[in-house]
């Protein structure tokens, strides 16, 4: 059977890792040892013990992106995926434990004198893999040398597969406290993400390729009849149609939803935080897969947030990435996984790290590098960065969730770059506390006053305004709010007229349009054309 085919603009991807929804700090074996110790295996056990508290909790809306399973299917399956976690995974529970054990040691006997006497009372589950040292005000603490945990036992492909299922609707379960279980309508491909068959299967969406695809997934994985007949539904021989064509010149910009802005001109093509939707029958408006170009020279990473890295889309498009640029870390914090080594051994093979105020040449332009605060809780990371692009002249600022709560830095860089012509703001104001995506890194839980105060947030109004006031754009867009509608099951946020940062962000769009800026709140899809004759 050799009859051309393509694979399904509808077909869902999920990228799974242990039977939950992959991101950063599941790739990395030590983030991911504390995160199914102190999150994943609590929210299972929690919903064994009382199924119906967590069914109550999700039919409140303030319970959205809380520790409870969205899950209506057989028990027997959770109870399954917690004897299976605890047996497969124990390494990795073990390596989170001693690490919160010896965090105390740390704490208590490193007072400033010399830490050589310590790497004998490492446990043994961490010996090679940490140094210790102590800051400045000497604070001790421990640094990770990620390379080595990679090339480890700890590091566990074979708990990464792939979900495939026809989507249509918006709706899936939040993706921090809901492992994912494959029905009769879900075939899950045990799959590692470096595999080439991901990149094999995935360019059909664009390029037709033999239906002989299925014979090899079948006969690989060892498919049942069923799962067959599933697995062909995923493919059509009807073309796909063409994305609209570039501009002769000039800049197009298209917004693919939250933090997704895609640059292009005639030599080069930037995107920034890919996440990007499904297109079926009743969707909002929106781009999807069929709009992207055939190749994406640079993909550019802000923070390893779930929402910005996010391997669902990732995977799906990596044979049309020239190059993925993401942020320099502090290299070897626990809460600052390197994002350069997460994408390397999920086979990303072009990965560059750049740092604050780092330049990248491109035809005709350039793409630098600026700092990036706030949004991270206070706690000390350094993989984040906003991004600054030049093409024939025209600047814009991509500034994701930074939070300006030092104006002074803007200062400082408007005497960098001057001013920009458009920028791409976040202004998610609320944010979660500390808490929510960091906690289970914590040696133990912090004070509840203390978490609350510490928030993943970006610029409300007023700091919002400092960076306008800095560098006095002609147009400004307010993103990455969580607002569309196929982004609950990553970000959990709904919004309504009061919630706070929809008042915020009106505020500052009044604000602009007071100045004489152009200034709207996206949602679903935009497209701006910048040349010589035209700006729309």
Known sequence: MNEQVYLRTNVKVEPLWNNWYAWPLLMQPVTAGCITAKLHLRILDSYLQAPHIHKAALKNPAMRGGPFMD?????????????DTRSELADLIRISEDLSKFNNVLIEEAQGFSLAELYERIPESLRGFVELGYDLNNNPSIRLIEPLLYSSDYYKPEMQSIQLSNIHGDDRAFVLSTPRFSDENELNLPLTYNDPLVDKLFRMKYEPGSLNICDEIAERF?????QIEL???????????????????????????????????????????????YK?????????????????????LTHSHQDHVMFETLLQIRHKIGTIIVP???GGTLQDPSLRFVLKAAGFENVIEMDEMDELPVKNGRIMGLPFFGEHGDLHIRSKLAFFFEFFGTTVLCAADSNNIEPKMYEHLHRAVGDIDYIFIGMESSGAPMSWLYGPLYPKPLERK????????????VRAQGIIEQFSPKQVFVYAMGMEPWLTYISSISYDDDSGPIVESGEFIKYCESRGIKCERLNGLREVIINDEEES
């Open 328 to 330: 320099k870390n502090n």
């Open 71 to 83: 899950y209506s299917g057989g028990i027997e399956k959770v109870t399954k995926l917690v004897n």
């Open 450 to 461: 203390m978490d609350q105060s510490r928030r993943l947030n970006g610029s409300d109004n």
């Open 222 to 226: 060892d498919l049942n009849s069923k």
């Open 231 to 277: 697995l062909y539904s995923f493919f059509t021989t009807q073309e796909p149609p063409k994305p609209a064509a570039l501009p002769e010149e000039g800049v197009r910009i298209r917004y693919f939803g939250h933090a997704t802005v895609l640059l292009e001109t005639p030599d080069v093509t930037v995107m920034t935080d890919p996440l990007i939707s």
């Open 280 to 300: 079926f029958d009743d969707a909002s408006e929106r781009y999807d897969y069929l709009d992207l170009p055939d190749r994406i020279d640079y993909v550019v």
